[in-house]
């Protein structure tokens, strides 16, 4: 099976991913990892702020609101 590579804000909504790396270090990539979002965690974007920015993921069961800036640095594969 073929997986595609994309990052998580070009997700389209609704649909599940699984967590294939992150390309952000420091602060920003201790917070995802204390998150959760470490590699073969499943995403699903649930909802889309009026501006677009930010958006709802659901992430192990809770919903957390990302910004376009930190989703773009976690890339997802896509079956």
Same mark, same amino acid.
């Given at each position: 099976?073929?997986?595609?590579?994309? !990052? *998580?804000?070009?997700? #389209?909504? %609704?649909?599940?991913?699984?967590?294939?790396?992150?390309?952000?270090?420091? =602060?920003? /990539?201790?917070?995802?990892?204390?998150?959760?979002?470490?590699?073969?965690?499943?995403?699903? !974007? *649930?909802?889309?702020? #009026?501006? %677009?920015?930010?958006?709802?993921?659901?992430?192990?069961?809770?919903?957390? =609101?990302? /910004?376009?800036?930190?989703?773009?640095?976690?890339?997802?594969?896509?079956?």
């Amino acid at each position: 099976m073929d997986c595609s590579e994309i !990052p *998580l804000n070009q997700l #389209p909504m %609704g649909e599940k991913a699984n967590v294939a790396m992150l390309i952000s270090d420091g =602060a920003a /990539r201790r917070r995802m990892l204390d998150l959760g979002i470490i590699c073969g965690t499943e995403i699903k !974007p *649930l909802y889309k702020s #009026p501006s %677009g920015n930010p958006v709802a993921y659901l992430i192990r069961g809770a919903v957390i =609101a990302l /910004r376009s800036d930190v989703s773009e640095k976690i890339i997802v594969s896509v079956p």
